[in-house]
């Protein structure tokens, strides 16, 4: 089975809900389309919060999941919705994907591999297209979480400090062991911990050591944690706003003396909490393409090593994708650094 097309397609999954994983996924993808790359987001939960997120719920880009309910039952081929943010393409998900996830279940019967291999086959066709595929997975669904997980090179786990929050690691596991036979370089990209308090940092010491209990001493950890900041995080959802751009609008709005001067200060957005939370997210991207191309660089090595063809030259594995110029009040798009080009 050729996977060479698959390389950079991140499951974001956690079997607990309330973890963030929609959160994540949708801020990462949005970011990192924002810094230069071609992403898509693929909405993997019958749930379809993605669109709550990304402010397309109930447009008429919405169609529930039916579009890739049809292409995981039938094998039509995706059909993103294109530029929901510029360079950030979504396959829309949603209540559709109920049935859908039913008919994997008995396709299942007859051949076990069957709803394992719903998405290898279209995102194939379709991640090259991207430098990066972010695959929204649901909290429950088995069949579809098992899908997301045979089609990804890497699986990203969001989990709260919380004892509750970590008992789903040991199911993640799970999943991931059950599709090793059909995805054997599946790999754990990294636990994150999601909607922490910044101060309490042995609550965050002990929460890395039972992520180290749960699932061995080897497991990563990512050196970035997403604060809780409960006020900007749902003013953002509120308006479609994803967190660095709720950031700008905060950072465009008139100040508290200008106000007092007589300026308007309208309906605009009033979280700056959110400045906190969207330096996290642009850390928690650099970490992302930090790691992903030092083991593009690393499989590389080992390839002109044992003499197989090295690939495409990779650049640097890190970068900083915080350095966002402005000019004119408006903020410049990044040419896209080097690490993830000639996908």
Known sequence: MDR????????????????????????????????G?????????????????????GTEVDDGGRALALSMTTGAPLSPVPDVRPGLDVVTGGPELDPAAAHLVLAAQADPQAAKRSLIGLLGETAPDYDVVLL????????????????????????????????????????LDTVLDLNPDLDLLGVLLFGVNRGAHRVIESARAAVAEDLGDDAPVLRTTIRHVEAAAQ????RGLLVHELEEAVMAAPAWWQIRRGTP???????????????????????????????????????????????????????????????????????????????
């Open 235 to 238: 003013e953002a959802r509120d």
């Open 136 to 175: 929204d997975c649901p909290p429950g669904q088995e069949p579809l979480q098992q899908a997301a997980l045979a089609a990804a090179r890497w699986a990203l786990i969001p989990v709260k400090t919380d004892a509750s929050s970590r008992k789903g690691l040991r199911d993640v596991a799970r999943r």
């Open 4 to 35: 060479a097309g698959l390389s950079r397609v991140i499951a974001v999954i956690n079997v607990k809900g309330g973890v963030g994983k929609t959160t994540v996924a949708a801020n990462l993808g949005g970011l990192l389309a924002a810094s």
């Open 37 to 57: 790359y071609r992403v898509l987001l693929v909405d993997l939960d019958p749930q379809g919060n993605l669109g709550e997120e990304l402010g397309y719920s």
């Open 265 to 343: 200060a309208g309906d605009g957005p009033r979280s700056r909490s959110v400045l906190g939370l969207a330096e996290d997210f642009q850390a928690l991207g650099s970490e992302v393409i930090e790691r992903i191309g030092a083991a593009e660089q690393a499989e590389e090595s080992a390839g002109a090593g044992d003499g197989r063809a090295a690939g495409v030259d990779r650049g640097a594995a890190a970068v900083d994708l915080s350095a966002r110029e402005e000019q004119g009040g408006d903020r410049q798009r990044r040419t896209r650094p080097d690490v993830l080009q000639g996908a």
